[in-house]
Nanobody, 115 residues
Framework: QVQLVESGGGSVQPGGSLRLSCAAS????????MAWYRQAPGKQRDLVAR???????NYADSVKGRFTISRDNAKNTVYLQMNSLKPEDTAVYYC?????????WGKGTLVTVSS
């Protein structure tokens, strides 16, 4: 079993920055793709960014140029640097990881962008 714990959420004004972290613990085999998803109130959960073990990245069009995903394989941790935040970025952000053909989810961290 793998547990994912997110941290770094909070409230920020438009144009501000936040850095999310997600640490994996438990019985861990090689973690493959790690990703961040988000879910705004009343909307479906959407992919924000994903990163392979070899550091290949993909981003949703809405966050390209503003968000950066990275990972530290030695620490089994994935990060999401979020800059130039907009009110429409407000959502619960979830960490996701693939390990031994299974997919794991964190419980989420709330990001609120408001003036």
């Amino acid at each position: 079993q793998v547990q994912l714990v997110e941290s770094g959420g909070g409230s920020v004004q438009p144009g501000g920055s936040l850095r999310l972290s997600c640490a994996a613990s438990g019985i861990i085999f090689n973690i493959g793709v790690m990703a961040w998803y988000r879910q705004a109130p009343g909307k479906q959960r959407d992919l924000v960014a994903r990163i392979t073990r070899a550091d290949t990245t993909n981003y949703a069009d809405s966050v390209k140029g503003r968000f950066t995903i990275s990972r530290d394989n030695a620490k089994n941790t994935v990060y999401l640097q979020m800059n130039s935040l907009k009110p429409e970025d407000t959502a619960v952000y979830y960490c996701n990881a693939e390990s031994a053909a299974r997919v794991y989810w964190g419980k989420g961290t709330l990001v609120t962008v408001s003036s």
